[in-house]
């Protein structure tokens, strides 16, 4: 096996010794090797390779993995075979020898390629029966790998869709235990993570089809066997597979990807780096306020360093000016600093204090996109990347809330929070809005309140459990708050037709944005800061 984070090799001697591969050391090797220098080669490749994969195999997209495995041996051994001058087709002789699934379908297409690939007399390595669909699809396979051997990236989807009717009926199952030992690239993501595999290639989709329909291999239209109908068909399943739109995957095909790259990570922590990754893009320094004067340090004397203070503390030029020898505690000096009023302006960041909604109409951001949690994560992290801090809260119904409980720098955990998922009913926090303000202090930083619902955000203004009025929490959070607040709405009518609303706008001061669609959410993320605190206010 190999594992593509340390770039290591692993050889089972034992298995080598049972299948007396022990004169094939040079052939073994230099297949591991080529999977870390040709093909997969890097851990965001093998990612890439594996969704083009994926929309080749509908129905059987759990299998993409297995075939990865097979279509970068192919690339690999040929090379080595054609260009090396080793003796490949030697080690799948000696395997076939020693088992007694060798006659199997999968397996024997897949040989029967290598025979083709190496000019092999028919049944060297191909046990099993062949017929003439099996020996076309053999013959496109081997055209394949020749074609795409440099732009092997572009052809994995078409070799999926090439190996698809030969999953159907068992999956391969007698092929996947004659390889169970060999299957290299099986966990070869452990312990790694790859980026950019939340967005989908230009050709992704469109490139998983059947070679027979590729003008490169075989024109169009027409199959090695003259089987149009069955081609045909083949091709509509391959086209009717998938659920994504547009070119960004969907958090749940995400996921599947990195557990077929074998990275196991729980669907939480999936959606965190999800939601990280789609923001990332979108990240802009959150606005600052500034304050008339910054401070710059001004030395003003020594004093005795000891021990129990910081290495870095202590002033060895002056320690030594006071003696020559050097006695910790005794000796040793450090220098005092104060602060003199300085030139330059000081930012003084904005702290950010989110409330997202996760009741019933909004999609579970684990499974599909939520255009909340993402447009929650574009501020939140710009906020962090400003140096603010944030307190994040999502909720739903009475009693259905989680929050980071105070204002915090911990960008893991501010999206742990935002990509949990309640799906209840819709009552509104109050009491975290109250505990947040009733005993904030005018000399704490100011902080921006930021909303982003539907029409239940007026729940806010009903009564907390102890019978307190939410407009009054409402209207004593935006008063210490000092930084505003804006109430982000996807509403079908006008907000100023919702008694609650106008209220809140014309009393309270709250700014409300309407959104037609969660779409748009993206791109008010992107120019909140911009718009409301940022050079130019406005």
Known sequence: MIRLVDHAVVISLRQIAEQGLQAFALEILGHEIGHHVYTPADLSDHGRMIARMRWGLPGKEHLASFISNLYTDLLINDRLQRSAGLSMAKVYEALGEKSTDSADRMWTFYMRIYEILWSLTKGTLAAGRIDERLEGDAHLGARLIRSYAKEWLDGSGRFAALCLPYLLEDEGQAMQKLLRGWRDTENAGAGGFPDGLTEMGESEKEGAIHPAMDDELAGLGEGPSGEEASEGELKSRVHEMGKSQGQ??????????????????????????????????HLIPFPSRTIP?????????????????????????????????????MTTMQRVWGTTEGSLPQKQPIDLDLYVDSSGSIPDPQVATSYLTLAGAIVALSALRAGARVQATLWSGARQFTTTDGFIRDEHKILGILTGYFGGATAFPIHVLRDTYSERKPADRPVHLLVISDDGVTTMFDKDEQGNSGWDISRMAMEKARGGGTMVLNLWGKWEDNADLARANHEQGWQISLMRTWEELVEFARRFSAMKYGEGER
Do not use: C
């Open 248 to 281: 960004r995957r969907e958090p749940f095909e995400y996921g599947a990807i990195l557990k077929a790259l074998g990275i196991d990570l729980s669907q939480h922590e999936i959606a965190i780096r999800y939601y990280r990754e789609r923001a990332a893009p």
């Open 293 to 329: 004067e910054t401070t710059e340090p001004l030395p003003e004397g020594l004093e005795p360093w000891d021990i129990g203070s910081p290495l870095e503390s202590a002033d060895w030029m002056e320690s030594v000016l006071v003696s020559p020898r050097i006695v910790p505690g």
